[in-house]
Structures are given as C-alpha cells and as structure tokens.
C-alpha cells in the first residue's frame, strides 16, 4: 500500500483496513506531527493479532511496517529513539501474549532490528542478547535448530549471508578478523586464510556454544578496538581485556575439547595442540611455565611475548609454543585472579595475536 505524506511517498504492507490506517495515522504522527494516541494503536494492534494469531507471515509484515519510521530515526542520528520504535513496536505482541497464556506473536524482525539498532550505538551486550532472543524466535517459528535466518547468520558470524540488513557489521568482524590472519601465518609459517576459517570453524564449529561465545566476544574485542588509546592505559584496562581474551581462550579450550575429548584440562589441550603441530611444548613443560606464571605473572607474559621465555629442559620454544604459553597463562590466570597486569594492557595487541595464533593454529592443524 502506498500513501501520500508531506509530500513524500510511502509503501507499507496492507494487512487489514483498520490496522493499515492505525499505520497511516502512526506514520503522519512522525512525520507529520500531528497527534496520535498510541493506546488506540496498540488496541487496535491487538484486534489484529487476534485474527492471525498464528500467521508468522503476516506478524513479520505487521513489524515491518514500523521500519520506514525507525530509519528515518536513524538516519537522522537519533539511534536511542531508533531503538525506542522496536521497543514500542513490541509492546502490543507482549500485551497480547499476556493475555493468551502459551501462545505467541512472531517477534523475530522487531528482536532483529532492535538489537541491531543497540549495536550501532555500542551496546554490544543488550544487541547480543536481543539477536538471540530473534533467534529463540525464528527456532520456535520454523521449528527448526539451525533455521536459515538472519538473526542465525548475524550471532555465527556468517558474514557471506547477504539477504540480512546487519551484514556490515559483519563484514566489519570480518575485516578484523582477516586484519588477525597475516601476522600468524608470516610468524609461524602457517596458509590459514578468513575462507579457510569460516569453512572449517564457523560453518562447522565445535558447538553452536562454542560459534555463538566466539562471534559475541569478537564483538566485544572489535568494539574495545575503538576506544581512545588513552582510555586503555590502566590496570582496570588490563582487567576487562583479561576478561575478554578470557572468554576468546574458552572459545579454544571448547574447540581443543572436541578434537581431544579424552582429556578435560585445557593444560593436556594445550600440549595436545602443540604435538598436533610438531611443536615442542610437553605437559611437563606446561606445568614449569605454570610455576613462573604463578611466582611472576607479570615478567613471565612479557618473556613469552619477547621470545625470551626459556624451560630448564626440552628445546628451545618455538613461536607457536610461544603463543600457547600466552593462551595457558591467561586461561589460568583469568580464571582464579582479578587482578590486572601491566604488561597486558601495555602489549594488549601482541597479547590478543597470540590468543587468535593459537586459535588459527587450532583451526589449521585440527580441523
């Protein structure tokens, strides 16, 4: 359907006469500035629902509709009312939802754009948690595990997905991850390109837990990417990238676990990985670097990042042996201290590399 406003033309879905004008008068409330009471929308919203209660389709055609009046929001630099249009959108679907007890509108499109929305204004948290909830939806709709959807392709990091309004953002993860790849193949010698990465792991990763923590906290690490570099001199710095590197290392502990299921230590993981690789790094090697993590954390990550971390026995350490040590140390340290350290917030960027290193080394050797 199409209308006339302000001499601008717009097309929304037609669904029925009452809600098309409730939509024509919303419309001309925005854009119009003329008044309107949103208690006789969301009336009428539920007069709606009531006829197609179970139609997916025409729920998604019903959110949809609010989209002109959210980009123009949007567009207009005005993204916490852009995000109050989806939060407003989805008051009448709740209200009808309360109302019958174990049945449901379809809130997959509004989830999407709403936590899309919250992304675009940094809150990394709330648009995760508001694309899984779209997600919930689409699972609960199609009655399918893994449906081919948006909301699907946005929380796996499915950047080749084209038909979804969010792909920048993935495509900027990407970039970032591909930004990851150079400095460990020309460190360890190594072919592993973002392709190869995404048909190995991504497409087919250990567990959707796994795929889902890697792509959130990859987020997380672009979005701290961005921060003024003056705001990530200090030990609090140093803490939170601890936490993110943190959950970067369970996502390999996860993967390593697979390909290594008789084992439950990320210590027997990492000399795991290391043998799979024709490193030199042993389980007894691991426990002496673990005493000098323990004596000095501090001075024993800087060595490991120099290169100048030595064993009283075995051969000399490789870089992939190196960035092992790195992933070991922060899995432990991070999971038994708070504190921060300095040498991780100064070298945060070597620091992250070789947590990624280990993870491409993962990819590369096991999968």
Not at 26 to 40: D, I, K, R, S, V
């Amino acid at each position: 359907m199409k209308f006339i406003m302000s001499g601008h033309q717009f097309e929304i879905s037609t669904l029925s006469p009452d809600i098309d004008q409730a939509f024509i008068d919303l419309h001309e409330a925005f854009f119009g500035q003329h008044p309107y009471n949103w208690e006789t929308f969301s009336r009428l919203s539920l007069e709606f629902f009531d006829r197609v209660p179970d139609d997916s389709a025409a729920h998604n055609k019903y959110f949809e509709n609010f989209t002109i009046i959210w980009r123009n929001q949007l567009e207009a630099g005005r993204a916490s009312q852009a995000e109050s249009i989806w939060e407003m959108a989805t008051q009448p679907a709740l209200q009808w939802e309360l109302l019958h007890p174990g049945r449901f509108i379809h809130k997959g499109t509004p989830f999407y754009f709403w936590g899309m929305t919250a992304i675009s204004r940094g809150d990394i948290d709330r648009g995760y948690l508001l694309m899984h909830q779209a997600l919930a939806e689409d699972i609960r709709t199609t009655k399918q595990a893994v449906p081919n959807t948006p909301s699907l392709a946005f929380v796996s990091l499915n950047y080749s997905k084209v038909d979804q309004t969010s792909r920048n953002w993935l495509v900027l993860q990407a970039q970032f991850l591909d930004s990851l790849l150079p400095p460990y193949r020309a460190a360890h010698g190594k072919s592993l390109t973002l392709d190869d990465l995404a048909k190995r792991f991504l497409t087919t990763p250990p567990s959707t837990e796994a795929l889902f923590l890697f792509a959130y906290t990859l987020a997380r690490i672009l979005r701290l990417a961005d921060s003024p570099s003056f705001s990530l001199a200090s030990d609090f710095a140093g803490q939170l990238e601890l936490n993110l590197l943190f959950d970067a290392v369970l996502v390999l502990d996860a993967a390593l676990l697979y390909k290594n299921p008789a084992c439950h230590q990320f210590i027997d993981h990492a000399a795991f990985l290391s043998t799979a690789a024709n490193a030199s790094l042993t389980k007894d090697g691991l426990k002496e670097v673990n005493g000098m993590f323990n004596a000095d954390f501090d001075t024993t990550l800087a060595s490991a990042l120099d290169g100048t971390l030595t064993l009283s026995k075995g051969p000399v350490l490789s870089p992939l042996d190196l960035a092992i040590v790195v992933s070991y140390g922060l899995r432990n340290r991070a999971a038994h201290n708070i504190s921060s350290s300095p040498t991780l917030w100064k070298q945060f960027n070597a620091v992250r590399q070789s947590v990624f290193d280990s993870l491409f080394l993962c990819v590369e050797t096991l999968y």
